[in-house]
């Protein structure tokens, strides 16, 4: 028994990769996305109200999260459990699971009138680029908040674990950047202060050797993060990291 | 461009048809529901870790709530509007949507372990009974919970605004039934005193003459909500519901 969707638009946001994803919607609270319709779904009286909400469900499909031959896995290894614990597909957040479907809570911060139909602009968000989108939903916090709900494996996360420091070089290529892309510099602040290395990874709070370089920092590895139309180039050694320059794609 | 996703299994609930369904999860704390997988996806692996949340969220089909030919409104009348009111569709959860897909956060009670896999045993429910399952997620309260947001024209109800009361023969066949159903007598209180008469509705609050009988109810309007296995026959006077009956099928 197959069930037939399509989508009723398509998402673009600062997220080009999986890499640098914040793993809960409004951790990066000033990363950007705009939801388009579809010419079909592309109606102002579609979301007549929604403007009224401050945040929104969106429900979409994992388009990058598809296994090979469509098998999905009964158990994953959720990186909030350090990637080395597995749980059930169903019991996790996982986006490799037997319907790609994700939700999340986004902020609704403007609702634009376009010849080509309304366009939603979002922040907070944190999701891949050029996402299918499948339906949005009020957020009720009458229904949606639950103020009993148990945590289970997955507290609060401790946000913001990292101090950031931008080079010189970096410093001027944000500056630069920040008419076209407004709150450049808190945007990848907010990406890198989450820490996006994987926390199974030996890279994280643990065997890097302060002394490889004088500042600290490790000089073999340098982590790179598609974002907007660049590459984000950082160091990082135990809680501190550096960003080293924008690199052209 | 079509999403093909496949159901992972069922829902059985105690609503066997829309009119009496809770308009949220949580409000009829008791509704019992069961989610049986399809043989595919029944696997135990595949929940392990989920009895750790209180909560979790079930994403499934709105299956009685395609339109013929397939179209879909770019409006709705939302019942919390009184029904006279129109917005737009992705600014309500009503089910009748470009994608019917419905998502509930709903208290967990028990996995159990069968022969033919694990059952979820469910309470709070408010979905119809058969309803198809894409896909369950845990709640997680430090991403779900949004202390922050804003209510939009949907703040929290006025719940259990009616009196329920019963009848004798009434009384006497919840008690019979109780073995069979635990909780008989709060759930059928917990369903009415929520009112599912629909707010555009006359009876709601307004215009019954209450002198029509004795005891204040209106003599000939008789409600009828298929619950478990029986009819539930009522009447309503003004915040007033009296039980009359459980009539077979």
Known sequence: MAVHLDPIGVLHTCFKEKFGIPRQPNLAVEAPGRLDFFPEFARPEAVRGLEQFSHIWLIFIFHKAVKKGGKWSAMVRPPRLGGNKKVGVFASRSPFRPNPIGMSCIRLEAIESTPKGPVLHLTGVDILDQTPVLDIKPY??????????????????????????????????????????????????????????????????????????????????????????????????????????????
């Open 140 to 249: 009720l916090p009458y229904s949606d908040r639950l103020d009993t709900a148990r945590d289970g494996f997955a507290p609060a996360p401790d946000n913001k674990t990292c101090q950031v420091s931008f080079s010189d070089t970096a410093a001027t290529q944000i500056q630069e950047r920040e008419k076209a892309i407004p709150n450049l510099f808190s945007i990848i602040t907010q990406v890198l202060e989450n820490d996006p290395r994987p926390a199974y990874s030996n890279a994280r709070f643990s065997s890097i050797k302060e002394e490889t370089r004088t500042d600290g920092l490790n000089k073999d590895r340098v982590y790179g993060i598609r974002l907007f139309d660049f590459d984000l180039k950082w160091q990082a050694a135990g809680n501190k990291i550096r960003v080293l320059c924008l690199d052209p794609v």
